[in-house]
């Protein structure tokens, strides 16, 4: 399994974890959006997902275009295109 699929299979977990089965319309129904929200939220951040802020001068992808037949690594990110990693919370 892939950390994607482990992480969209949390998700799943976490928001289930906030709803309730009608067994008479025989459908899940979400008790409380917030609670959902904190839920998956929790789960993300146990998981350790980050937010990665794009970089302003290459605008995410690594490279910065000086000319048309000219491109180089983006001084200012390194190459990674982003500036700076921050916690979920």
Do not use: N
Not at 1 to 28: C, H, N, Y
Not at 33 to 60: D, F, M, N, W
Request: glycine share 10%; hydrophobic share 35%; with cysteine.
């Amino acid at each position: 399994m892939t950390k994607q699929e482990e992480i969209r299979e949390g998700i799943e977990g976490a928001i289930e974890s906030v709803m309730d089965f009608d067994p008479l319309t025989l459908e899940w129904e979400v008790i409380d959006s917030k609670k959902a929200t904190e839920a998956v939220r929790q789960y993300l951040h146990s998981k350790g997902v980050v937010i990665k802020v794009e970089c302003p001068k290459c605008h995410g992808i690594g490279i910065f275009y000086r000319g048309e037949p000219i491109e180089e690594r983006c001084g200012r990110c390194k190459g990674t295109g982003y500036v700076e990693v921050v916690p979920l919370v």
